[in-house]
């Protein structure tokens, strides 16, 4: 599968590193699912990915095919200051995702850290070498609002929220929004919400529709356009250690998380966003109308156009 993309210069664009945590407290809302198919649409677009599991869980890492290694350098080692983020790096089946596996020895890192100074810094510190080497830095956060998740805050530009379209995942909203405040005054004034995302989402049910009425009153254009439906091969696909794009690119989870990816890559066109890079002006890509088109047995490709950058970054949440 292969997702176009071109600047006005004829190179791929490109600037430091954009940072998006994926991140809620409530599990269960297909938070890692959409870290995974994000990064990997992200990838299938041909700009350098990198996925980072900040889950001591590690179920991003086994998704994308890795088994569970204590000798592997994880994130873990990187927050710890024993290794580098580069040296924790992993290739996958995507010529252009890398990942940054987790082990279940990160859990201590909430222990180890607490005294240790500029805690909430070190995953920023780790990652900051690799920000102009990757178009996007995808971290995959625990379902908790622990150190491990302020670390990802703290390194982050922006958080997706991926949301259930059902109450009780409205609940907790408020507690990861006024962290979201929290940080952004004490420890990273740049971050920014990209956007809240309904997953698992089953349109036919009026109460998904109320959630999704309701959600769109609070977040306004924050509530991304897509939705991602309930999927027996977007559910099936970590299984098989893959991404919904390689396990079947036409099925319906696959096809949300590509239109997902292109929205956020319009929102940055759309403000002109390309950290560090202000002074670069050739070009920035965006969606063309044209979501998805699949022809027989052929790859599944989505077609980009190029639209000139402008205007400066907006900041706000």
Known sequence: ???????????SYNSMGRVIAVANQKGGVGKTTTAINLAASFAAAEVNTLLVDCDPQSNATSGLGF????????????????????????????????LI???KNLIGANLELVDAEGREFRMREAL?????????????????LDLLTVNALVAADAVLIPMQGEYFALEGISELLDTIERIRGALNPQLEVEGVVLAMFDERTNLAQQVKIELKNFFGEKLCATTVPRNIRLAEAPSHGKPALVYDPRSKGAESYIK?????????????QGRGASDQTAGIVTASEEVLTTEGTENTEAKIEEIPAKGEMDKSA
């Open 1 to 11: 599968m292969r997702i176009m993309l071109r600047s006005s210069s004829g190179s």
């Open 67 to 98: 088994a569970k290694d204590p000798e592997r350098i994880s994130s873990y080692h990187m927050l710890m200051g024993a290794a580098t983020a580069e040296e924790a790096l992993q290739t996958t089946e995507l010529e252009q995702l890398w």
């Open 101 to 103: 596996p987790s082990h």
């Open 128 to 144: 900051a070498p690799l920000r102009d080497r990757f178009h996007y830095i995808v971290l995959d956060c625990p379902p908790a």
């Open 260 to 272: 997902l990816a292109k929205e956020i890559i319009e929102r940055q066109a759309a403000n002109g």
